[in-house]
């Protein structure tokens, strides 16, 4: 049942959760490859409300809604999600006083369920045969069409995922970058919705032109180069099988490909060698910010993210030993420090 207790006239509830999502720090990690120095930064986004970068999003588009009168007190908050996204609607609907149901596919982790079981949503969980992500998504658009008072954020088609990086996301790497004395060279991010390297992307192109922003894919799921499913991978968050409409690969620069395996090692060092906690698509992105930085040279200011951290992987590979392969960089990689600020 909703509880319109959130609600107070001419205040967007949303206002009460806004402390607690972005201003997330940025970390310099500093490392070596090969033996060649190198540094690139990310944003440390585990420390927003539910852990995950996908706060930005959710909590944007409910207050955009809100001030819109998209939104009603009385609304479900009904979305298709392969974790994250229905962590934090789950998580923020709940703050706000919403029913939420999230249809998800069957094979994602045990923590993520949990998660959002726990914060009192329902959760229908699709099979690979009744369509996997995509059935996800037109399931939960019959679920609106079958009832009254449903609210559906679309995340892969809605404008304010990209709104809420580029005026959220993006200003603070560029403020977080000049603390730094720098200014970006190049973005990259892996891509779910592409909410996050297409705002980031737009931010950081209009106050520094010429900046290079790089989708990320799993090498072992091409779809941005394809367009389409090809095949299985493990880095939970990106490459939903189709390129979401909001994403424009020719606004974008080349991708960049990073394997599953290659990206559990990295985040597992992360872990391991400088205390940072992180999931398997930041382990990716690290991995495809050190290969810019490399093309770059060692003077370039490359920025990426760190969607979320390693707690929602607990029953994962990422937890468990993985057989390393010749074409893997991790081995190659020396994490030595990170210094962060806010
Ligand atoms: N990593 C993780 C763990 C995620 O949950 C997501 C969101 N799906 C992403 C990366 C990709 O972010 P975006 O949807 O903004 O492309």
Known sequence: MARPSAFRPGLNPTTAIHALVGNTPLLQISYTIGGVPGRV??????????GS???????????????????????????????????SFAAIGRALGHPVRIFMPDWMSEERKKLIAGFGA????????????????????????????????????NECNIAAHELGTGPEIDRQ???????????VAGVGTGGTVMGVGRFLRRVHPGTRVHPLEPANSPTLRTGHKVGKHRIQGISDEFIPSIVHLDELDDVVDVWDGDAILMAQKLCRDI???????SGANFLGAVRIAEQLG?????????????????????????????????????????????
Not at 55 to 79: C, G, K, N, Q, S
Not at 124 to 148: I, M, N, P, Q, T
Not at 307 to 328: A, F, I
């Open 41 to 50: 930064f990310a944003k440390y986004e585990a420390m927003n409300m539910t």
């Open 53 to 87: 970068t996908k706060d930005r999003m959710a909590a944007y588009i409910l207050r955009h809604a809100y001030e819109r009168r998209e939104l009603t007190a009385a609304a479900t908050i009904v979305e298709a999600s392969s974790g994250n996204t229905g962590i």
């Open 122 to 157: 329902d959760i229908v969980l699709v099979s690979k045969e009744e369509g996997g992500f995509v059935g996800s998504v037109e399931l939960a658009e019959r679920f609106a069409r079958d009832h009254d008072h449903v609210f559906l954020p679309r995340q892969f088609d």
């Open 177 to 187: 970058l000049t603390m730094f004395g720098r200014a970006p060279d190049a973005f």
């Open 275 to 281: 205390g940072l906690a992180v999931g398997i698509s």
């Open 298 to 342: 060692p003077e370039a200011t490359v920025v990426t993210v760190f969607p979320d951290s390693n707690k929602k992987y607990l029953s994962t590979d990422l937890c468990q030993t993985e057989p390393v392969h010749d074409e893997y960089s991790t081995p190659r990689i020396e994490l030595e420090a990170f210094k962060a600020v806010r």
